[in-house]
């Protein structure tokens, strides 16, 4: 990939003129918004999607006071899993910098700031992140960065985004693909084809997404495959559970995974469609899926077009046995807990056949207005009412029949405390 020291020679100076103009532009849209005519309140469609790298990197320069801003040159250096440097050279008309700080970003919405040092031999200021002696950040994340500055007269400047870094490695060999949907990095320890199995997974759900969705995500997401243990734990801190093979967030757009016993056809078309569809959450209905629970699991369950086993028969079977729980009144299964089958991961299989049933005889359709009703903070049971047409008991009556249990939940009789020590589910997803 790219050397170890990527320096970037752009010195610009900055017109007053112009700052004054944008200004005085920025405050006349303002004030007409505001004004007399009773224009209606721009809806939530209306305004610039924030989620969108080219809205919220797009953000210009901005300037406070009377001074000239000179930004020489400035780089940025990765030293994973130690961090990131970045250096600049700056400097205002009006005198002296008295503080200068680095903010940076590996997602839309999302930021950390650095306060910086002047280094008297280079001339330059500096910022340092530590890396791993401070948080769990893994490779190949963006790093979208701006500088912000006030000089001894009190003036201020924030440059504009400078983006396209990534937080690099240059001691192990990883291979990088990209697509429309997805951006891929794989450990040269995995399989040549995983890249590409990758975008062709992603490939494949894409109009699902779109329809599930009502579009697609803002940022691209990006993949970070790894192919053994060392590597996944070199960006971890502490003893961590040996059990977590993942990490999705939407802070850094994205998930970590390393390889598990499913191989890599489980990681490509299953793992990475399943955490990509929890990226989805966070981004059309952040307060709608609560974590841990049947619902949130069972939705991005739904995504995976590799299963690690059949989860609907396996439903079925506890159906057919005539232990199927309740499932909207009340909280319903926890998404990890043991079904009464004494298996794992059962509010994922349970969840899983509730979207199931729903897209299946309702569409993608139904699965949208779902989502935008609990995005909007609504109660789940009543937008389930609302999108499919009929009281919540009719909802539940209606998939337990369509899974061959009887139209109403049996009384629960409390299972026996389980003696024998209980293995290991394959978790992590
Ligand atoms: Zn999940």
Redesign the pocket.
Same mark, same amino acid.
Do not use: S
């Given at each position: 990939m790219q050397g170890n020291v990527r320096k970037l020679f752009l010195p610009f100076l900055l017109s007053l003129t112009l700052m004054i103009t944008l200004l005085v532009s920025v405050g006349f849209e303002a004030t007409a918004q505001s004004g007399a005519t009773e224009t209606p309140t721009s809806s939530p469609e209306d305004r610039p999607n924030r989620n969108d790298p080219a809205v919220f990197y797009g953000e210009p320069a901005v300037a406070t006071g009377d001074a000239e801003w000179t930004l020489g040159e400035r780089t940025f250096e990765s030293f994973y899993p130690n961090g990131f440097t970045f250096t600049i050279e700056a400097s205002s008309s009006a005198g002296a910098i008295e503080s200068a700080t680095v903010v940076w970003s590996h997602a839309p919405r999302n930021i950390t700031r650095r306060a910086a040092e002047f280094d008297e031999e280079s001339g330059r200021f500096v910022a340092t992140w530590p890396g791993i002696a401070e948080a769990s950040i893994p490779p190949w994340v963006a790093v979208n960065y701006q500088w912000r500055f006030t000089d001894e007269a009190g003036n201020t400047y924030v440059s504009e985004w400078f983006t396209g870094e990534e937080y690099y490695i240059t001691d192990e060999e990883w291979s990088r693909y990209e697509s429309e949907d997805i951006i891929v990095f794989v450990e040269g320890t995995l399989p040549e084809e995983t890249g590409q199995m990758t975008l062709d997974a992603m490939a494949a759900q894409r109009e699902t997404y779109r329809q599930a969705w009502g579009s697609l995500l803002s940022n691209k997401p990006r993949a970070i495959l790894f192919g053994s243990r060392d590597s996944w734990n070199r960006w971890r801190r502490g003893t961590e559970n040996p059990n977590v093979i993942g990490q999705t967030s939407s802070e850094w757009g994205g998930i970590a995974q390393v390889v598990s016993r499913g191989g890599i056809e489980d990681l490509t078309y299953g793992t990475v469609l399943? #955490?990509v569809?929890?990226l989805y959450q966070n981004e059309f209905a952040p307060s709608g899926f609560p974590a841990g629970t049947w619902w949130? #699991?069972g939705n991005?369950?739904f995504f995976e077009l590799y299963q690690q086993y059949d989860y609907e028969q396996r439903v079925r079977d506890v159906a057919a046995a005539g232990q199927l729980p309740p499932l909207l009144d009340g909280s319903g299964p926890g998404a990890t807990g043991r079904g009464p089958d004494g298996r794992g991961r059962f509010g994922y299989d349970v969840g899983y056949t509730f979207w199931k049933w729903i897209v299946m005889n309702y569409g993608l359709d139904a699965h949208r207005q779902i989502i935008e009703g609990v995005g909007r903070n609504r109660l789940r049971n009543e937008v389930l009412e609302e999108v499919l047409g009929m009281p919540i008991q009719e909802i539940e009556s209606a998939w337990r029949v369509w899974l061959g249990a009887s139209p109403t939940a049996p009384t629960l009789i409390p299972t026996p405390t389980i003696r024998i020590p209980p293995t290991v589910t394959p978790f992590g997803?």
């Open positions: 399943h #955490e569809g929890h949130i #699991e991005a369950t997803q």
